[in-house]
């Protein structure tokens, strides 16, 4: 099994373009979610993607769009890139729920989208 | 709201030597508690976590936390530090009572070991 795969790797842009992160797992899970990490802020939820068919907004999703493919896929747009929006992107998916509605399970994480927006 | 503070940006051990790297958390009711690991250009692994049950939790490599509720605390501990132990550790929360589905983290703490 790959995990969590992630493409590009790496990608710079100009202020205004647009670019699509695409994320894929193949652990059959029902949650996925997309994170930025920015020196000495942590991870910070752009979007998430509770089950199939639904997607929510997290901590920072201004500036960014969604969607959820399939079980699988996950992707992340942005549709005018900014300055600040250069980051390291990451994707994830978590699988357990607890009869509440609840991720309790660990989240398994994509090695990472490398943005700089020029 | 929820949070999670990691007070020091970097710890210093001596390859041998106990290591603890630090995590309070502040949440409105019971909180699911991670550690995570993160080595350079890589994505995060998960180390261990604390759902329900025993204070002590152990986890990969040799790594345990312990749930402290009354410090509200989840602290990173291993008994003797290796090289390779070198990385950006994350604690990072879940409050099940306002949000399941969206876990904090903190900002890292980064854990230098040398021979």
């Given at each position: 099994?790959?995990?969590?795969?992630?493409?590009?790797?790496?990608?710079v842009?100009?202020?205004?373009?647009?670019?699509?992160?695409?994320?894929?797992?193949?652990?059959?899970h029902?949650?996925?979610?997309?994170?930025?990490?920015?020196?000495g802020?942590?991870?910070?939820?752009?979007?998430?993607?509770?089950?199939?068919?639904?997607?929510?907004?997290?901590?920072?999703?201004?500036?960014?769009?969604?969607?959820?493919?399939?079980?699988?896929?996950?992707?992340?747009?942005?549709?005018?890139?900014?300055?600040?929006?250069?980051?390291?992107?990451?994707?994830?998916?978590?699988?357990?729920?607890?009869?509440?509605?609840?991720?309790?399970?660990?989240?398994?994480?994509?090695?990472?989208?490398?943005l700089?927006?020029? | 709201?929820?949070?999670?503070a990691?007070?020091?940006?970097?710890?210093?051990?001596?390859?041998?030597?106990?290591?603890?790297?630090?995590?309070?958390?502040?949440?409105?009711?019971?909180?699911?508690?991670?550690?995570?690991?993160?080595?350079?250009?890589?994505?995060?692994?998960?180390?261990?976590?604390?759902?329900?049950?025993?204070?002590?939790?152990?986890?990969?490599?040799?790594?345990?936390?312990?749930?402290?509720?009354?410090?509200t605390?989840?602290?990173l501990?291993?008994?003797?530090?290796?090289?390779?132990?070198?990385?950006?550790?994350?604690?990072?929360?879940?409050?099940?009572a306002?949000?399941?589905?969206?876990?904090?983290?903190?900002?890292?703490?980064?854990?230098?070991?040398?021979?």
């Amino acid at each position: 099994n790959a995990g969590v795969t992630q493409t590009p790797k790496f990608q710079v842009l100009k202020t205004g373009q647009s670019m699509t992160l695409q994320c894929a797992q193949d652990m059959n899970h029902n949650s996925m979610y997309w994170y930025r990490q920015d020196p000495g802020m942590g991870l910070r939820l752009i979007y998430y993607s509770a089950s199939e068919g639904t997607t929510d907004k997290g901590e920072v999703p201004n500036g960014y769009n969604v969607s959820r493919l399939n079980k699988r896929e996950f992707s992340l747009r942005l549709e005018s890139a900014a300055p600040s929006q250069t980051s390291v992107y990451f994707c994830a998916s978590s699988g357990l729920t607890s009869g509440r509605g609840i991720s309790t399970d660990t989240q398994y994480f994509g090695p990472g989208t490398r943005l700089t927006v020029l | 709201a929820q949070s999670v503070a990691q007070p020091e940006d970097q710890v210093n051990v001596a390859e041998g030597n106990p290591l603890t790297v630090k995590c309070t958390y502040s949440v409105s009711g019971n909180p699911y508690l991670f550690w995570y690991v993160q080595y350079p250009n890589r994505g995060l692994q998960f180390l261990l976590k604390y759902i329900t049950g025993d204070n002590l939790v152990k986890g990969s490599y040799g790594f345990e936390a312990e749930f402290n509720k009354s410090q509200t605390s989840f602290h990173l501990k291993k008994p003797s530090a290796l090289v390779s132990d070198s990385a950006l550790y994350f604690c990072a929360v879940r409050d099940p009572a306002t949000g399941g589905f969206k876990t904090i983290f903190g900002a890292g703490t980064r854990l230098f070991v040398k021979a």
